[in-house]
């Protein structure tokens, strides 16, 4: 069935260090994929998405582009803030309404 | 600001209580979705809405009860939880599937449900 894998973590940045989350998937047809991000107490915001390959979503300095060869969808920032710490997953929907995610990263920003 | 309200924020129960978590969406969604989430997890699919009708139920044990009183409006009712039950649980919306692309799911801020 279909699966999607994240980096493990905590992941631990100094502030205005670049950000790289990885996430690669498994599907059989062609999957809209999602970030998501949980900010600690909250529910889940949606980040970015991208619905076919070559999209790239982007929002609040946050980018990932829908990569169909290495069936990547990794989340990048240039320059991260002591606000950015929060939990974050990758996603994917097929056709079902439902999501398929990964196991989530935690990422730590330090002043 | 979240789209989707929830509440209530915070609920502790006992394991014979009887109460209710509220959903409530004004972006003319036509898919409502329940998640369980314990900590450090990501969330598991309960229930799904769609048109008001209850499209999918993920096995999820009879104390749980779901309702959709309107396009606007989701319910869980909750009836002899067990501790094992306390989690986060977060409503979602969503557009109906467009023709070309899964449209993302919206979530609340999630009620805190504590069984003691």
């Known amino acids: 069935g279909d699966s999607v894998t994240q980096m493990e973590g905590p992941v631990t940045l100094s502030e205005e260090a670049f950000l790289t989350i990885n996430c690669t998937y498994t599907a059989t047809g062609y999957p809209s994929l999602f970030w998501y991000v949980q900010y600690p107490g909250e529910g889940l915001q949606l980040l970015l998405k991208a619905t076919k390959a070559d999209d790239k979503g982007s929002n609040k300095g946050f980018e990932a582009t829908y990569r169909k060869e290495t069936t990547s969808f990794h989340l990048e920032k240039g320059s991260v803030q002591v606000s950015d710490s929060a939990v974050y997953f990758c996603a994917l929907s097929d056709s079902n309404y439902q999501l398929i995610w990964g196991a989530g990263t935690k990422l730590i920003i330090k002043p | 600001d979240t789209e989707v309200t929830q509440t209530p924020k915070h609920l502790v129960m006992g394991m014979t209580n009887k109460k209710s978590l509220k959903c409530e969406q004004h972006?003319?969604?036509?898919?409502m979705y329940w998640y369980k989430q314990k900590a450090k997890k990501p969330p598991e699919l309960m229930f799904v809405?769609?048109?008001?009708?209850?499209?999918i139920n993920e096995s999820v044990p009879s104390r749980f009860s779901p309702e959709c009183p309107n396009s606007s409006l989701l319910n869980l009712h909750l009836h002899a939880l067990q501790p094992e039950d306390s989690a986060l649980y977060l409503c979602?919306?969503?557009?109906?599937?467009?023709?070309?692309?899964?449209?993302?799911?919206?979530f609340g801020d999630g009620t805190r449900l504590s069984i003691l």
């Open positions: 979602a919306s969503s557009q109906d599937r467009g023709v070309e692309a899964v449209q993302p799911q919206h």
């Open positions: 809405y769609s048109y008001e009708k209850l499209s």
């Open positions: 972006m003319g969604h036509r898919a």
